[in-house]
C-alpha cells in the first residue's frame, strides 16, 4: 500500500512523500550502509525501485551517492535518476525537491551552491542524516574545513543519543575538529561516537587523523590493531583506514611494513576506484620519494588509472594529481602530460568549483610531479610553493595534502636550496616533532650541506 504525502516520516522524523512502508525500510537500511559503509546503498535502492519506482528519495538517494564517488563514470545513471526524481516533483515534498535540486548542482559542478541548498534542508530539517552527510563529504572535497565542523554544529543541538544515527553525527563532528586542528576535542569526540557505534568507521578515520597531526603513531597502530575487526572486514572504506595505519609505519620509517599493508589491504587486486586508487598513487610516491624499490607497483598502479583516464581525465582535479602521480613513478611521461592537457581544458571549460580546484591547484600540482620526475626541481619549487598552503581548495584532509609539502622539502634538498629546504622540516617539526620520518629528511639535509662544504 502507498500512503500519500508526508504521512510517513523517517526514523529520526523526517517527513517522505508518497512511497510504500517498505520502501520506507529500505532507505533506513540504505542511509546506514552510507553512513556505516558496510553494504552498497545503491544497491539495496535499485532493487526497491524495482518495486517502487515512484519513490522520489530512492531516487535522489542513488543519485547523490553516486555524485560522492567523484567519478564522471557515473554521470549517465545520475542523471538518469535526477530527471526521474525531478520527474515525480509534484508527488515529492520540498524537501525532497531541494534535496533532487542540490544533486543536479552538484552534477553541473556547483558544488558550493549545492551546499547552500542542503543547509536550506537542514534548517528546517535539522535531523536530516543524508542531507547532513552529502554535506559534509562535499565540505571534504571541496577542502572546506571550517563548514566541515560547523555544519554539523548547527544542528547538533537538535540530536541526542535516542537519536537513529547520532553516533554517525559525532563522527563526522570529530573530523571537522580534527581538520580544524582542534585536536582534544576531536579525539574526545571521536571515542564518544566509537562508545555508542564500534563499528563506525568514520569516526576511527577522525581518530585516526587525530593521532597523525600530533605524530602519535604507536597508539594509532594500536587503536587500528585492537579495533580491526570492527573497521576493516567487508567494509567500503577499509582500504582508506589501512592507508591511514601504513602512514603510521611510513612516518616511523618501517618501510616494509607499509609495504606490506599496500600489497595486502590497500591495493591487494584490481580495482576501478578512484579514490583506492588515489591512495596507492599517494603512499608509493611518499616511499619513492624516501628511495625505497618498489618494484613493479607502479606499472601495475599506472594501468589501473590508464583504465579511467580516458574518462576521467579533468574531472575532479585532486583525482587527476594522483593519476599523474602514478604515471611519473611509472616513467610514462606521456599520459602524465595528457592528465596535465585535460586539467588545463577543465580550468578553462568546466564550470563552478570544479573549474577553480583546476586552475588554482590542479594545474601547478600536476605541473610539479610532472617536473620532479624529469629532475627540474626547481620548477617543483617554482609550481608548489605559491599553492602549497591554499591546496586546500583542490580538497583532500592536512594528511593527504602533505604529499604535497613532503614533495617541496625533496625539491629543495635536491637543489641545494638549504635555507627552504631547513625552513620546510623546521615546520613539519612543529607539527610533528617525534616523527622519524622529519627527521630523516633532516639528515638528508646535513649530508647535502656537509658535501657542499666540502
Known amino acids: 500500500m502507498t500512503v500519500k504525502m508526508d504521512a510517513l516520516k523517517d526514523d529520526r522524523g523526517v517527513p517522505v512523500s508518497s512511497c510504500t512502508a517498505q520502501s520506507l525500510e529500505d532507505f533506513e537500511v540504505s542511509l546506514t550502509q552510507f553512513q556505516s559503509y558496510f553494504g552498497d546503498p545503491t544497491e539495496t535502492l ?26 564522471r ?26 534535496l533532487t535540486l542540490a544533486a543536479r548542482q552538484w552534477m553541473e559542478g556547483h558544488w558550493d551552491v549545492a551546499s547552500l541548498t542542503w543547509d536550506e534542508v537542514l534548517s528546517v530539517h535539522p535531523r536530516d542524516s543524508l542531507a547532513l552527510q552529502l554535506a559534509h563529504l562535499t565540505d ?14 548547527r544542528v547538533l543541538g537538535q540530536w541526542d543519543v535516542s537519536i537513529s544515527g547520532y553516533s554517525y553525527i559525532l563522527g563526522m563532528q570529530a573530523f571537522g575538529l580534527e581538520e580544524c586542528n582542534e585536536y582534544d576535542k576531536s579525539e574526545a569526540i571521536a571515542t564518544a561516537a566509537l562508545e555508542l557505534e564500534v563499528r563506525d568507521p568514520w569516526a576511527i578515520h577522525a581518530l585516526a587523523h587525530t593521532y597523525e597531526m ?37 612516518e616511523q620509517e618501517d618501510f616494509d611494513a607499509a609495504l606490506r599493508v599496500y600489497d595486502e589491504n590497500i591495493l591487494p587486486s584490481e580495482s576501478d576506484v578512484s579514490m583506492q586508487l588515489l591512495d596507492a598513487s599517494a603512499l608509493l610516491w611518499r616511499l619513492h620519494l624516501q628511495g ?50 585535460a586539467v588545463a581544458s577543465a580550468a578553462q571549460q568546466n564550470t563552478g568549483v570544479t573549474r577553480m580546484m583546476a586552475r588554482d591547484v590542479g594545474l601547478a600540482s600536476c605541473k610539479a610531479m610532472i617536473a620532479f620526475g624529469q629532475q627540474r626541481y626547481d620548477e617543483v619549487i617554482k609550481a608548489l610553493l605559491p599553492i602549497r598552503t591554499t591546496a586546500h581548495r583542490f580538497g583532500g584532509s592536512h594528511a593527504q595534502r602533505d604529499i604535497l609539502t ?31 620520518l622529519t627527521l630523516r629528511f633532516s639528515d638528508k639535509l646535513i649530508r647535502v650541506q656537509a658535501a657542499a662544504s666540502e
Do not use: C
Open 73 to 98: 563514470q557515473y554521470l549517465p545513471m545520475i542523471q538518469k535518476h535526477i530527471e526521474i526524481a525531478e520527474s515525480l516533483s509534484a508527488k515529492a515534498n520540498n524537501r525532497e525537491r531541494l
Open 46 to 71: 535499485a532493487r526497491t525501485l524495482e518495486r517502487d519506482p515512484e519513490f522520489v528519495l530512492g531516487h535522489v538517494f542513488i543519485a547523490s551517492a553516486l555524485l560522492m564517488s567523484t567519478e
Open 292 to 341: 625505497i624499490d618498489l618494484g613493479d607497483r607502479w606499472r601495475n598502479l599506472a594501468s589501473m588509472w590508464s583504465n579511467k583516464t580516458a574518462l576521467e581525465n579533468g574531472y575532479y582535479a585532486f583525482n587527476d594529481f594522483h593519476a599523474v602521480v602514478s604515471f611519473v613513478g611509472a616513467g610514462l611521461e606521456r599520459d602524465a602530460e595528457s592528465v596535465l592537457s
Open 406 to 436: 613532503q614533495t617541496l622539502i625533496e625539491a629543495a634538498i635536491r637543489t641545494r636550496n638549504i635555507g627552504l629546504a631547513t625552513n620546510l622540516i623546521a615546520e613539519r617539526g612543529v607539527h610533528k616533532p617525534h616523527t622519524p
Open 214 to 250: 600530533q605524530g602519535r603513531y604507536t597508539e594509532g597502530e594500536r587503536m587500528y590493531r585492537t579495533r580491526e575487526a570492527d573497521w576493516a572486514p567487508d567494509n567500503g572504506f577499509a582500504f582508506h583506514n589501512w592507508w591511514h595505519l601504513a602512514l603510521y609505519h611510513l
Open 140 to 153: 571534504f572535497y571541496r577542502g572546506d574545513s571550517v563548514n566541515l565542523r560547523d555544519r554539523v554544529g
